[in-house]
């Protein structure tokens, strides 16, 4: 335990929510002067929500701050900034139609620290009459950085800072995050790469589901501590394993969708696998390891810039998600605002896919559609006590929405990309039922999952994506949380350094992120690092 | 199961926090409550001036107000709008007038639907193929209309006053003193246009990319096909409102309908749909026309003038549309 | 290749690339301002007595359209749309006239100083009621067209009124030089005295930047909404100078809203404004109404139907934003 005076920056209790959606329960986190505290939580731990109440981005429900021991109270971001406290997040913050020297002039960052600290990062020869539109995104979040660092902020909090960039500017941005421990400032530390943790990092908050569930001090071998915390209990619920397919003897001998080589924009590389009938494949991937763009891929929205699909042995190329229903493919999103109709009602968001051809556009036959939509809503047990507007209805009544659109029309193969996030215990698991149900009934079903352990409740087996490539295929009996978690970093029993595919990862999205339309210059040749 | 269907067993509008709901769920009653208001004000204003012959007036100035409304209605429910709505409709009325001679009543309304058509058609590609804002597109459209119209104009060295007849009796008769002869020709309409909003497949896709292209998308439906028929048909509608303007006044010029223009979007916000998609309907427009016709005659018949009128617009518009936002906007 | 975001190449302390630069970014305003040079060429070619009246009769006539465009612009950049422009200047222009009709010279000033509090307050309406409503701004500045034209209506029946002598000086005739119209001065003073100064400022850059991505805005400290009422306020400012340049060139007030708001809008988007905020300046916006005003008269030289200029601006309208929405389209594909 740390005496208050020794504490910098001090949140206990924070509560947020967003309508139905609890966001933060109960957070609480204490920075003391002079470290770098890294923050870490599986996806929708509260991380970023808790960041953005720190800069006053937004206003918690309960929970009180304090800065050097008195209350802490600001409006606006600018109030926090005044105060000492500023963030740099993940998508950068300055205005894409506004020069560099504009953004600064904006932001009344004064430019000599400025120049300095890019010096010190790295980024020696930018042009400060550049448009924020035209510079990488690399070196955007660099300047960012340096922006932040040029007001000589108190508290500095760093949302996964280092995902976009390449290996030699990660190198320096640690080593000058490592150097604001000389200063009595703090820096708060949010990233997904183990590596970076132990290598910067002195004591560790971890969250889990709204909530902080412990604090490690960061020494060699801490990783082991904080992946236990962030699993937390592994909960032994309702499993759906015993209505499993029985091995891969009964597989088809043509896959119902295979994917070769499949690579598209910064951050899917290289993916390859195949999804037979009658399973359930799980996909686990740490936060942007192409998991994205894979779905993206799949559903028909974005076409790949390398690689193959095939459906049932056929070369398939989808220019429209149009395309991709066709051929079967339907897709369930994550996100629901992505996904339904939200002033409509519960029948019409069902209905939505009966409609969407050109074929279609006639009168409806409302008695059929009455039946298909009604079986569907009885299928996945939709409470419609709201049903006139989607919007009104439970997160997890929403998503058992998106899914009984596809289930109401008859399914092959659904790609569900993290279906479960955000909703409550009871609908995951009538989730996972019903996909094992869909598999048994012939469906091929794709799940991505942020939770790690439905791949053991729901799939047949799971593979792996690291850096956009797949780095492991593990069977559902074999892929118990730890397991999973660790090839979610790339920790194999120490032979395979994750840095080795981590710089391979970042060097090469940084060549996509040159890629994009810069202004006229020549990429400046630079030696690569030798791999 | 019709749960989905399913009433309250209780009404649940009689509380305090009903009133919000009974807005939000169904706008057409208050709206309705509103137009009996007004009736009632324009009585006991005037005392004996509702009367048969009273609904007649109001009714035969509401028809046109409510097609070319029921354009901006079509068109907002994509989150779009039509600004070319007058132009083509008075080129539209013009057209005929000065076809109606040499091709008949007949032959005149085909080509003036036909031409309108193609205008829409060209809107259409703009907003659906070239993502040119609607605002842009119709407004852009207006002008090449509105200038192509006056060329005609010159052509025939024929101004307005060939009003046909025939449509100069639909404009303006009325059957009982009270129904007026445009019902012939709006009641199909209205009928169609609410039930194609609700039981056709099209209509759904109007909704579905107006509150959520991206969803729209991922179900397989493609935005361009649906904006493109949308225009076309807005266009139509408008031709046809334009007839019966020049019915209505006897007059066919290239800028008779221009003034409809702000009151049709005006009658669409009103009615409850919502300029930015996915939400509203047809009913709600046409009760939204009658009330801006009973407010304007009520005005004129106290002797206020027009000015008031138009303040007394404008303040409706911004009222309902932030209460609209205000009971709709939250989560 | 991995460190080339380290190296962005720079064109700092070299003149000849800088300029490079600021010609390429402002590559749309100086094809404009040559092509209005071209057409002024043309113009001569036609039409031989095309000359220093021309330019005058030119210049007064587009001014009230060219403040009207650059009122349009301040509120375009910041990500909004004003559609009670016309109405705000029908509103302003029967203020002026009615006020300063009999008036003594030195009233008059009074008069322009309050009609010009008058803009700002309109202007302050219409934005503070979009920030509150939360309604979209194109329903709020629909409706309150109304709102500003009827009560255009109520001070002036009928056009009518005076202005003060010396505001009319103010925009007739030449300065100096008989090829200097006053209009175009005035427009110049004005716009160079209230925009020059507000664009170098955190404000100026402020309202790009709501215009241009309002999280980023946000997360850059800037109060969105406060930032969105000024740049309606200076929409109504430069609307009340419009309304006054209507008084002035006319030497009356019309009570009946003109084509200004719609126009003001294609103007805008010709100027080089993007419709979706944050990019844009005010001079191509100034220039399109010139050159649109210009194809008008060149038309009439040729004997052509006027009215093929009308339809000539709503297909340049058209065809210059999908020409924009295609470079884009193919920016985001690449």
């Given amino acids: 335990m740390t005496v208050a005076t020794d504490v910098l920056l001090e949140a206990t209790g924070v509560a947020k929510t967003y309508g ?176 970076e943790i132990a290598a910067v990092c002195d004591r560790a908050t971890v969250l889990r589901e709204g909530a902080t569930v412990g604090v490690v001090d960061v020494t060699p071998g801490s990783e082991d501590r904080i992946v236990e915390l962030m699993l937390g209990e592994i909960v032994q619920g309702m499993s759906a394993t015993d209505q499993r397919a029985a091995g891969t003897e009964g597989r088809a001998a043509t896959p119902r969708l295979s994917v070769r080589n499949i690579a598209e924009g910064t951050k899917l590389h290289d993916v390859s696998f195949d999804l037979y009938q009658g399973e359930v494949l799980g996909v686990v991937a740490l936060e942007g390891q192409g998991q994205d763009e894979l779905f993206d891929v799949l559903a028909g929205s974005v076409r790949p810039e390398g690689g193959q699909l095939l459906v049932d042995g056929t070369v398939v190329s989808f220019r429209h998600p149009a395309d991709a229903i066709r051929a079967g493919l339907v897709y369930v999103a994550a996100d629901r605002a992505e996904a339904l109709l939200m002033q409509r009602s519960v029948r019409e968001n069902i209905a939505l896919p009966f409609s969407a051809r050109i074929g279609q ?54 790609l569900c990309f993290d279906p479960t996030r955000g909703i409550d215990i009871r609908t995951k698991n009538q989730i996972y039922l019903l996909l094992r149900e869909l598999a048994a009934a012939g469906a091929s079903v794709l799940l991505y999952t942020s939770e790690l352990k439905e791949v053991q409740l729901a799939c047949d087996r799971a593979i792996v994506i690291f850096g956009g490539r797949v780095v492991a295929e593990i069977d559902a009996a074999d892929a118990d949380e730890p397991t999973l978690l660790r090839a979610a970093y790339n920790l194999r029993s120490g032979e395979v350094l994750p840095e080795d595919i981590a710089a391979e990862f970042v060097a090469s999205s940084a060549d996509e992120a040159n890629a994009e339309p810069v202004a006229t210059e020549p990429p400046p040749s630079s030696p690569e690092p030798d791999r | 199961m019709s749960a989905a269907e399913s009433t309250p067993a209780r009404n649940p509008y009689l509380t305090a926090a009903g009133w919000r709901l009974l807005f939000r769920d169904r706008p057409m009653i208050p709206l309705l409550v509103l137009l009996g208001v007004l009736v009632v004000a324009s009585e006991v204003a005037r005392p004996g001036i509702v009367s048969v012959g009273w609904a007649g007036t109001i009714l035969r100035a509401a028809v046109p107000l409510a097609i070319l409304a029921g354009c901006q209605t079509i068109a907002m429910l994509t989150g779009g709008i039509d600004l070319s709505v007058g132009a083509v409709a008075s080129m539209s009325g013009f057209l005929l007038a000065t076809l109606v001679g040499g091709q008949g009543l007949l032959g005149g309304i085909v080509i003036a639907i036909v031409i309108a058509a193609l205008a829409g058609l060209v809107t259409g590609v703009g907003v659906g193929v070239f993502r040119v804002h609607p605002l842009i597109m119709t407004l852009g459209m207006s002008l090449v209309v509105l200038g192509l119209a006056n060329v005609w104009q010159i052509v025939m060295v024929q101004t307005g006053g060939g009003v046909p007849p025939s449509l100069r009796q639909l404009g303006t008769g009325t059957l009982f003193g009270f129904i007026p002869y445009t019902f012939a020709v709006f009641l199909p309409l209205a009928a169609l246009i609410l039930l194609g909003l609700r039981r056709t497949g099209y209509g759904r896709m109007l909704y579905a990319i107006g509150d959520n292209p991206v969803a729209a998308r991922l179900a397989g439906a493609r935005a361009w096909q649906v904006l493109i028929v949308l225009y076309v048909i807005s266009a139509i509608l408008a031709a046809i409102a334009g007839f019966l303007i020049s019915g209505l006044t006897n007059v066919a010029s290239v800028t008779l309908a221009d003034s409809y223009v702000l009151p049709s979007v005006a009658a669409a916000v009103i009615g409850g749909t919502s300029i930015m998609g996915g939400r509203g309907g047809y009913g709600g427009t046409i009760v939204g026309a009658l009330i801006l016709t009973v407010i304007s005659a009520l005005l004129t018949s106290l002797g206020y003038p027009e000015a008031v009128r138009q303040v007394l617009y404008g303040a409706i518009i911004v009222i309902v549309a932030a209460a609209y936002t205000r009971v709709t906007g939250e989560t | 290749m991995s460190a080339a975001s380290t190296t962005v190449d ?24 040559a092509f209005f040079f071209v057409l002024l060429g043309f113009t001569r070619v036609i039409q031989p007595t095309y000359g220093v009246t021309g330019i005058q009769g030119l210049a007064i006539s587009v001014l009230p359209l060219a403040l009207a465009a650059v009122a349009q612009a301040v509120v375009v950049i910041a990500g ?118 507000i664009r170098r400022s955190r404000l100026g850059l402020s309202l790009f930047a709501i215009g241009s991505n309002q999280l980023a805005a946000f997360r850059s400290f800037v109060s969105v909404g406060r930032t969105k009422v000024v740049a309606y306020m200076l929409g109504g400012l430069f609307a009340a100078l419009a309304g006054l340049s209507l008084t002035a060139s006319t030497g009356i007030g019309t009570p009946v809203p003109g084509p200004y708001t719609l126009l003001s809008v294609a103007a805008v988007v010709l100027g080089g404004v993007s419709l979706a905020g944050g990019r844009g300046g005010l001079v191509g916006p100034i220039v399109a109404v010139m050159i649109l005003s210009l194809i008008r008269t060149d038309m009439t030289f040729l004997n052509l139907n006027t009215n093929l200029a009308t339809v000539a601006q709503g297909v340049i309208l058209i065809a210059v934003v999908m020409f924009g929405t295609l470079i884009q389209l193919r920016r985001e594909r690449a």
């Fill in chain 1, 20 to 195: 139905a959606v609890v966001a933060l329960r109960d957070a609480s986190l204490a920075v003391r002067p002079g470290e770098v505290h890294a923050l870490m939580g599986a996806n929708g731990a509260g991380k970023s929500t808790l960041v953005k109440i720190l800069t006053a981005a937004i206003q918690p429900d309960h929970g009180s701050i304090t800065v050097r021991g008195k209350p802490w109270v600001a409006r606006s971001p600018a109030e926090a900034r005044r105060g000492g406290i500023i963030s740099v997040y993940q998508e950068p913050a300055l205005i894409p139609d506004l020069d560099i020297r504009a953004n600064l002039r904006l932001t009344s960052t004064p430019i000599e620290p400025f120049r300095h600290w890019l010096a010190e990062l790295g980024l020696t020869d930018l042009d400060l009459s550049d448009l924020a539109r035209d510079v990488p995104l690399a070196s955007l979040r660099i300047i960012d950085l340096a922006r932040a660092l040029a007001i000589e902020p108190a508290v500095l909090m760093l949302d996964e800072m280092t995902a976009a960039l390449p290996a030699n500017l990660t190198e320096r941005v640690l080593e000058v995050v490592g150097r604001q421990r000389q200063s009595e400032r703090a820096v708060i530390f949010i990233s997904h790469r183990m590596i």
């Fill in chain 3, 10 to 33: 720079t064109a700092r302390g070299r003149p000849a690339e800088a300029v490079i630069g600021w010609i390429r970014r402002n590559a749309w305003t100086l094809g404009l301002i």
């Fill in chain 1, 361 to 414: 556009w006639g009168p409806i036959n409302l008695s059929d559609e009455r039946t298909k939509v009604n079986g569907a809503i009885t299928t996945l047990q939709i409470d419609t006590r709201a049903a006139r507007e989607v919007r009104r209805l439970s997160g997890g009544n929403q998503q058992k929405v998106t899914i009984a659109r596809w289930v109401a029309g008859g399914v092959k193969t659904m």
């Fill in chain 3, 80 to 197: 909004g749309i004003d559609l009670s422009l016309g109405s705000m200047m029908a509103l302003t222009s029967v203020v002026a006239a009615s006020q300063m009709m009999g008036k003594t010279e030195e009233f008059g000033v009074v008069v322009v100083i309050g009609v010009l509090l008058l803009g700002l307050l309109l202007g302050a309406i219409n934005g503070s009621l979009v920030v509150l409503t939360r309604v979209p701004d194109i329903v709020v500045t629909l409706a309150m067209a109304y709102v500003w034209a009827g009560c255009a209506l109520l001070v002036l029946r009928t056009p009518g009124g005076g202005s003060a002598k010396w505001l009319r000086d103010l925009v007739l005739g030449s300065f100096g030089n008989e090829w200097i119209p006053k209009a175009a001065v005035v427009l110049i003073v004005i716009v160079a005295v209230i925009w020059l100064p």
